[in-house]
């Protein structure tokens, strides 16, 4: 599961730094890091993971090849083998069976993550955006919500809640409590990551469907 070389797990950790950038060129990066961390230790099933999300992230976001959703799927896979035990090896396999279209086997691996590690931000986030693509909305919010709970100062899945509610046909009452705190969530990013893409995608989206355009515009402009 873990490794006792020191220089892959420092490859790892610059991997994690760089995979959370979450540009084209950050998560190439981050394949490269993940990737030198298995050559040095090649039972290194973190690194492995963290392979397969870099995997699945470019194949969903950047280049939709076959080729890239084969890489996940091989490095999902391999993690798994390393460590069932381990919740991102079951959270990244489940994230790459996800872009594969599998719901069903991916909902058991992010349901195995979860047994693991009840609170592991990235399972309950990844099976939130499973749910979501699946259609089903309500476990999607849920699922959302409990990612953030995990994490308050993190901004992603409080920010595609909203999104989620909104689908649903939720009341007003939530939905501008989903937005108060989303705004504040990318808000609060942005001080800290003026130039996070993410955050300014999710910023403007967000202001804009709450009606606030000329706000949301803006932060497409500096986005662009």
């Not at 069976?97 to 009840?118: K, Q, V, W």
Request: charged content about 25%; aromatic content about 8%; glycine content about 6%.
């Amino acid at each position: 599961v873990a490794t006792q070389e020191l220089e892959a797990y420092d490859y790892y950790l610059r991997g994690l730094q760089y995979f959370y950038t979450l540009t084209e060129s950050s998560v190439d990066i981050a394949r490269e890091m993940f990737q030198r961390a298995i050559d040095i230790d090649p039972l290194f099933a973190r690194a492995y993971a963290g392979l397969a999300n870099a995997e699945s992230t470019t194949a969903q976001w950047f280049d939709h090849s076959t080729a890239r959703l084969e890489a996940a799927d091989r490095a999902s896979r391999r993690a798994l083998e390393l460590a069932p035990g381990l919740a991102e090896a079951r959270s990244a396999r489940g994230y790459a069976l996800t872009l594969s279209g599998d719901f069903a086997e991916a909902a058991r691996e992010f349901e195995s993550a979860l047994e693991i590690e009840p609170a592991n931000y990235e399972a309950l986030y990844l099976f939130a955006r499973s749910r979501f693509a699946e259609g089903k909305m309500a476990e999607a919010a849920a699922l959302f919500r409990a990612a953030h709970e995990t994490q308050p100062d993190e901004f992603q899945a409080i920010t595609l809640l909203e999104g989620t509610l909104r689908a649903m046909g939720a009341d007003q009452e939530q939905l501008v409590e989903a937005t108060k705190l989303g705004v504040a969530a990318i808000q609060n990013r942005l001080e800290l990551n003026p130039d996070d893409q993410r955050a300014l995608n999710l910023g403007c989206s967000l202001l804009v469907s709450d009606g606030q355009v000329e706000r949301g515009l803006e932060m497409a402009r500096r986005l662009l």
